[in-house]
């Protein structure tokens, strides 16, 4: 069964970096696209980054553009994401999720159990 | 701001019937599949709806989805207390290019 598994959350200062990882099991890793999504306490979803099966397009969500980075290694079964530049905003529960089929523009059908990230200082 | 519109809450009594709407525009789900997420407290988000109507293996027939144009719908029948959740509905933006969320819903059984 598809299992998705955040790692790499923790307590950062305002202006620091910080990188996520996401290991990936029960499915062809390489064929389907990924994305991050967060969630910040109490609050709703918001989409973060998407990333082809492939990593040859990459998009993202306008309130992290410039500053975080979606990138994955097919051959480790692995997606990241790199967070540069931390705001207090940015403190929330990261999820990875899986497209549900090989179509990459759809929303996620599987998702991971989150990983929390505070920004704090 | 979300940009898929839903309802703040829903209430219902148990066995009864309740729905939850979702407003987008031509860029979402006027032209892409809707899917709806139920989210428990301190839990992720799982998948209950796919494809505007179709249901994961395990999802109860309970649950049901429909669209129109640029607005969706998630109805429960039967409510039960284990129904007692956030519901968030998503579609891809072609505008934006990435998915977007609906602000959620949470559905009290009274």
């Known amino acids: 069964q598809v299992q998705l598994v955040e790692s790499g959350g923790g307590v950062v200062q305002p202006g620091k970096s910080l990188r996520l990882s996401c290991a990936a099991s029960?499915?062809?890793?390489?064929?389907?696209?990924m994305h991050w999504v967060r969630q910040a306490p109490g609050k709703g979803l918001e989409w973060v980054a998407v990333?082809?099966?492939?990593?040859?397009?990459?998009y993202y969500a306008d309130s992290v553009k410039g500053r975080f980075t979606i990138s994955r290694d097919n051959s480790k079964n692995t997606l990241y994401l790199q967070m540069n530049s931390l705001r207090a905003e940015d403190t929330a529960f990261y999820y990875c999720?899986?497209?549900?089929?090989?179509?990459?523009?759809?929303?996620?059908?599987?998702w991971g159990q989150g990983t929390l990230v505070t920004v704090s200082s | 701001q979300s940009i898929l519109t839903q309802p703040p809450s829903v209430s219902g009594t148990p066995g009864q019937w309740v729905t939850i709407s979702c407003s987008g525009s031509?860029?979402?789900?006027?032209?892409?599949?809707v899917t709806w997420y139920l989210q428990l407290p301190g839990a992720a988000p799982k998948l209950l709806i796919y494809n505007n109507s179709e249901r994961p293996s395990g999802v109860p027939g309970r649950f049901s989805g429909s669209k129109s144009d640029t607005s969706a719908s998630l109805a429960i029948s039967g409510l039960q207390s284990a129904d007692e959740a956030y519901y968030y509905c998503?579609?891809?933006?072609?505008?934006?290019?990435?998915?977007?969320f609906g602000g959620g819903t949470k559905v009290t059984v009274l």
């Open positions: 029960g499915f062809t890793f390489s064929t389907y696209g």
């Open positions: 998503a579609a891809w933006d072609d505008s934006l290019i990435g998915v977007v």
């Open positions: 990333i082809w099966y492939d990593g040859s397009s990459e």
């Open positions: 031509s860029s979402n789900i006027g032209i892409n599949s």
């Open positions: 999720a899986r497209s549900r089929t090989d179509i990459v523009a759809t929303a996620p059908g599987y």
